[in-house]
């Protein structure tokens, strides 16, 4: 298959070379307990790049839940359609409703039993979605593919969850940006992807500095052992 970025060949939806891209915005891990008279406690995860949505939650091909399997699942961020408050199990659930309308076409419905996070969730969806309208557009012209702006929607369900004051107003003002007209010197090289690249992460390279001084002014006044620091360090170069 394509790689949904970039065009290239991939054996998913978002090929190696873009997500060395990415940034995680948001992930959270939970247990919860799932069965009919026998519950089972069953460990779930969910994170939220520039680019990807993946975890391990209840997937199924219908809203219903029918036939549900727990499984592990990564999406190009952008195939979100949305998330809304649903009855599975028996309770209330959040479902996240994703769909590819290119190549090997679907619709997946995924279920976040015992999640209690949905309105930071759906406010971390829109703004990855966001960062990752503007990380495609730069990736595809760096790749030297046809400009395709991507409309960024709320993605949430009508009063299921609530979305802060700064995505409403940012999903009211969301629209294409049209790509201007400019000629090209006629001895340009098109820029590679890692200058792209480069340029856009330079702050969170920045971020990343700063928190690691951080977690060294800690250790070395005694307020985290070299163990803890180091896997603080570790958790840091995981996000990064």
Known sequence: MKCLICGSDSSSEVCNKCIRLEKIIYQKEWVSKEGGLIKKSEDFRVAISNLRISGRVSIADNPKGTNARLDN??????????????????????????????????????????????????????????????????????????????????????????????????????????????????????????TVALAGIASDISEFETKIKKLKVLRDNGILSEEEYEAEKKKLVSIF
Do not use: W
């Open 73 to 194: 699942f990564s999406h190009y961020l952008m195939n979100v359609r949305e998330c809304s408050q649903v009855t599975y199990g028996g309770k209330k659930t959040l479902m996240v409703t994703i769909e590819n309308k290119g190549e090997g076409a679907y619709t997946r419905y995924c279920f976040l039993p015992g999640f209690d996070e949905g309105d930071q969730f759906v406010n971390a969806i829109f703004d990855a979605k966001t960062k990752a309208a503007s990380l495609t557009e730069r990736i595809r012209q760096s790749s030297g593919l046809a400009s395709n702006p991507v409309e960024v929607t709320q993605t949430v369900a009508s009063s299921d969850f609530h979305l802060s004051a700064a995505a409403t107003a940012a999903a009211a003002a969301a629209t294409p940006a049209a790509p201007a007209a400019a000629p090209k010197p006629a001895a340009a090289a098109p820029a590679s992807s890692d």
